[in-house]
DNA sequence: CGAAACATGTAAGAAGTTACATGATTAC
DNA sequence: GTAATCATGTAACTTCTTACATGTTTCG
């Protein structure tokens, strides 16, 4: 029974904020969700014209400079209906989280191998890489208490994104000491 | 350049612990590894149809009671060599981990909306049972060291996944507190 | 004897990626 | 002027899920 089509919801939900073109949601998609969620453009635009055509959504047409035109897609009634029934809706699957990593730790059965301590190497410098850039993120957008109040659900995942990454480089560095350990 | 079909390097990689039937193969992935990497058995079958006919892997069937036939694979030379490929090589690219819970939350702006609280129990309850589930598979998996040495691969993601979730179960806890707080 | 588990496949369709395709505007 | 960014779309392909399809063996 469950809901498919996850990327309706949340460009519904996207919209529900405010409006936004087919490329303001690319971007959203690069920076703010892409922890969670990833779409591409290729994927965006025909959607976004399937809501239009179920009556979800509706644009209206802009001119930027003298020619290039953009489409500015609103919710509509209905799609806020539709998008209040997603997020009302128990949340009962846990998706795949797929990890290469991981795998091929798996693979790896002994606790010699040479190349364990590389990879772990590797692994580490990414994930710090990424833990500092999603700090330096929380930085700059809540800078104030008032903007963690005024944009709550951007707040939670950014803390959760950041929260994430804290744990996979401790059980990462926890490992590697263990390993130099024997 | 990164490698594609990871499907493939995954079958070698069990393939090369032992032989292992298509149905075998499926097992592992709802056991082991479907934490890091799910694949139904309409995948996997005819991924071992395409390794065979690469030359990756061989079969010779085997006949269960007077009827029943089954296919029993194993890893070949050149499948030897592509996984170690593989493995050696260096792991950039973070995959998506797809969080629809957490996309709802983005999506309540106010910390006093009436549904956060009921989504948040839920959450957690799921997450409980999930992380109950992972250390009592630890606990029968990994009964002596010993198994942990033979086997240290399988434990090694066995107690990440015990990880995430118990990092996953504090972030729940601790948001859900902040909201009672408030 | 009946249900659960073993065993193998294919077909249709949804979801997601990469590449193709084009052109305007802005910032340096 | 030129590179980066803005802006929108389609085509081909891969990956993944759901459903279809069938039959055997084992355990209680």
Redesign the interface.
């Known amino acids: 029974m469950s809901k498919k089509n996850?990327l309706r919801?949340?460009i519904l939900?996207l919209l529900?904020?405010k409006e936004l073109t087919g490329y303001d949601i690319t971007k959203i998609f690069e920076q703010?969700?892409g922890?969670?969620?990833?779409a591409k453009h290729s994927q965006i635009y025909p959607e976004l014209k399937k809501l239009e055509e179920d009556q979800f959504i509706s644009y209206k047409m802009e001119t930027v400079g003298s020619k290039l035109e953009k489409k500015c897609y609103t919710i509509r009634e209905e799609g806020k209906r539709e998008?209040e029934e997603?997020?009302?809706e128990?949340?009962?699957?846990?998706?795949?989280?797929?990890?290469?990593?991981?795998?091929?730790?798996?693979?790896?059965?002994?606790?010699k191998d040479e190349?364990i301590n590389k990879?772990f190497e590797?692994?580490i410098l990414?994930?710090e890489e990424?833990l500092e850039h999603l700090r330096l993120r929380k930085q700059i957008v809540f800078k104030t208490n008032q903007e963690k109040?005024?944009?709550?659900?951007?707040y939670?995942?950014l803390?959760?994104a950041i929260?994430?990454e804290?744990?996979?480089l401790l059980?990462l560095k926890e490992?590697q000491n263990n390993l130099q350990k024997s």
Do not use: C, V
Not at 35 to 38: D, G, Y
Not at 102 to 110: A, C, D, P, S, T
């Open positions: 996850i919801y949340i939900g529900d904020k703010e969700i922890e969670f969620w990833k998008l997603w997020i009302s128990p949340t009962r699957e846990l998706l795949a989280n797929k990890d290469e990593f991981i795998l091929k730790l798996y693979f790896i059965r002994e606790e190349r990879m590797e692994q990414m994930h990424k109040e005024l944009n709550y659900g951007h939670l995942i803390d959760h929260n994430r804290e744990g996979y059980w490992q």
